[in-house]
């Protein structure tokens, strides 16, 4: 039998390891926690980072910034985007992305979403021809990694940009090619919610000498870019150093120590946010008005959330399945809100960005449920979540008297099913 309640905790995250609390210590000792304050011939923490990012990504370059929106702000910058410009993104997405957008002074375009979360690509296609954007700012939102030999062949043939948001997706791949390595940049958040955790921080990579030449001088590197752990050679910085403003997004020395020994568990806890995320799914099928998502073939996933959908729900349904899922301990997002709730919002609250009519995606936000999946949580708490939300989700449809959902809309949604 489910239990009444759960009382584990959606927000608590496992402490570091014992060799980051070392290295932290470190660090602290030495009195050098800015990247550039290196003793004679030392290579910093923030540059070892770098090194061993960019090895681990398989990436030519890599640069260690404050946050993942600032590597998303920085790489647009370091691609070229102009004042005005169209870039493309997902409306499928989270403020940050936009807000990358519009605080690289362009205006951001929104591309509809498909009922397996990802970007719709004849609607990409579509909105390239129409608006003749140069640039896609992809977001792999909560971890839905598209057809990217499709969308790269989309991108290519209209010549434009691909720079990937992979803040939900770092360690994910798509027919073996890591998420990030597809377009001109890949870039990745620490934030303490993501697969690394500095509290803030933000890694980008490129395989670009140019575009990382910029970058690095746009963090801050006040003329030091020969001490960064995965930078292109100096001559790259010729010119570059004179013309490209300095932004102050640097990470420091204390949040690249503590991501080190981070790096070398990474793999190990992919597998266990799968392991998790396999057993919440599991159970969630088994209730007969919620739609998982079905996961490609080709992408290897980061479960570390699990999407849901209600279709037959209405809004009220929808905000009572909230409320009860919430009486009984579990947390859910809901992303038909008409207001932001915490990290969970929709273009309707971009108002930095124009006004846009984006039907398909309205209509999948309307019933679209969102959860952490905390490695704080044994696969033992993960079956009992996944068994409550059933039982919530049987009360609110009984009591709504909702109809049993058709053979599309129940069940499992096949990738790129339209």
């Given amino acids: 039998m489910t239990p009444s309640r759960f009382a584990g905790s959606f927000t608590q995250q496992e402490p570091l390891p014992e060799a980051a609390m070392r290295a932290a210590e470190a660090v602290l000792s030495s009195g050098r926690l800015h990247r550039y304050n290196t003793a004679p011939d030392a290579l910093s923490e923030a540059a070892r980072l770098e090194e061993a990012y960019a090895a681990w990504q398989g990436a030519r370059y890599c640069l260690a910034v404050a946050s993942g929106g600032q590597a998303l702000q920085i790489a647009l910058r370091a691609a070229g985007v102009e004042a005005g410009e169209t870039v493309l993104t ?6 940050p992305v936009p807000g990358a957008v519009a605080a690289a002074g362009a205006r951001p375009v929104f591309v509809e979403t498909d009922e397996t979360l990802r970007i719709d690509l004849q609607d990409l296609a ?12 992809l977001s792999h939102m909560r971890g839905h990694v598209c057809d990217m030999d499709r969308l790269m062949a989309i991108a290519d043939a209209a010549g434009v940009q691909v720079i990937e948001d992979c803040a939900h997706t770092m360690g994910a791949r798509w027919n073996g090619v890591r998420s990030g390595n597809h377009g001109i940049a890949g870039c990745f958040s620490t934030q303490t919610y993501k697969h690394m955790n500095s509290g803030e921080g933000g890694l980008l990579t490129s395989d670009d000498p140019d575009l990382m030449a910029r970058a690095i001088v746009m963090s801050g590197s006040y003329m030091l870019y020969e001490r960064h752990g995965a930078a292109p050679e100096a001559a790259r910085f010729a010119d570059i150093r ?10 420091d020395n204390l949040r690249a ?20 995320y396999a057993a919440v799914e599991r159970g969630l099928a088994q209730a007969e008005a919620v ?3 079905r996961r490609p073939a080709q992408e290897r996933k980061v479960g570390s959330s699990i999407q849901f959908r209600t279709p037959g729900f209405s809004a009220p349904a929808c905000r009572a399945l909230l409320a009860a899922a919430a009486a009984r301990g579990v947390e ?16 309707a609250s971009w108002r930095y960005a124009e006004a846009q009519d984006l039907p398909r995606s309205d209509a999948i936000f309307a019933t679209l449920f969102d959860m952490r999946l905390p490695l704080t949580f044994s696969l033992e708490d993960c079956e009992t979540v996944a068994g409550i939300l059933r039982e919530c989700v049987a009360e609110v449809a009984a009591s709504a008297g909702s109809p049993e959902a058709g053979t599309l809309e129940a069940g499992t949604l096949e990738a790129g099913a339209a």
């Fill in 90 to 95: 997902n409306a499928f997405t989270l403020a």
């Fill in 126 to 137: 579509d909105k390239i021809a129409a608006t003749g954007a140069r640039r896609l700012l």
């Fill in 242 to 251: 004179l013309t490209t403003p300095n932004m102050s997004a640097r990470l």
């Fill in 257 to 276: 120590a503590v991501l080190l020994p981070q790096l070398e568990t990474l793999e190990a806890n992919v597998e266990r946010w799968n392991a998790r």
């Fill in 291 to 293: 739609a998982t998502i």
């Fill in 332 to 347: 859910l997002k809901w992303f038909g809100a008409a207001e932001p709730q915490g990290f969970t919002s929709t273009h």
